[in-house]
Nanobody, 123 residues
Framework: QVQLVESGGGLVQAGGSLRLSCAGY????????MGWFRQALGKEREFVAA????????YYGDPVKGRFTISRDNAKNTVYLQMNRLTSEDTAIYYC????????????????WGPGTQVTVSS
């Protein structure tokens, strides 16, 4: 089991930045691939970004490429999502996810999820 808790969400103006954090509670956190997903009101859950267990490989959904950066600090059991140049289209609940299986594109189905953190971008 991996327990995940997100933080850092809030209200920000369009064009601004936020950094989300996800703390993982498991000794073997560093062996898990980590990712971020989001779900806007009335829409399906959307892949945002993922990172390999070592942090050496990162992957991004098309809507956030060039604006968001995923990173991890295994010594702190934490993964981050730096979000820049935010727009109203980024308003959603953001979820942290983890899985022992490496990211595999659209077929990646993480087993572990955090409760989510709300990000609201005002225009």
């Amino acid at each position: 089991q991996v327990q995940l808790v997100e933080s850092g969400g809030g209200l920000v103006q369009a064009g601004g930045s936020l950094r989300l954090s996800c703390a993982g509670y498991r000794r073997t956190f560093s062996s898990y691939a980590m990712g971020w997903f989001r779900q806007a009101l009335g829409k399906e859950r959307e892949f945002v970004a993922a990172i390999s267990w070592s942090g050496g490989s990162t992957y991004y959904g098309d809507p956030v490429k060039g604006r968001f950066t995923i990173s991890r600090d295994n010594a702190k059991n934490t993964v981050y999502l730096q979000m820049n140049r935010l727009t109203s289209e980024d308003t959603a609940i953001y979820y942290c996810a983890a899985d022992a299986v490496p990211w595999s594109g659209n077929s990646w189905r993480p087993d572990y999820w955090g409760p989510g953190t709300q990000v609201t971008v005002s225009s």
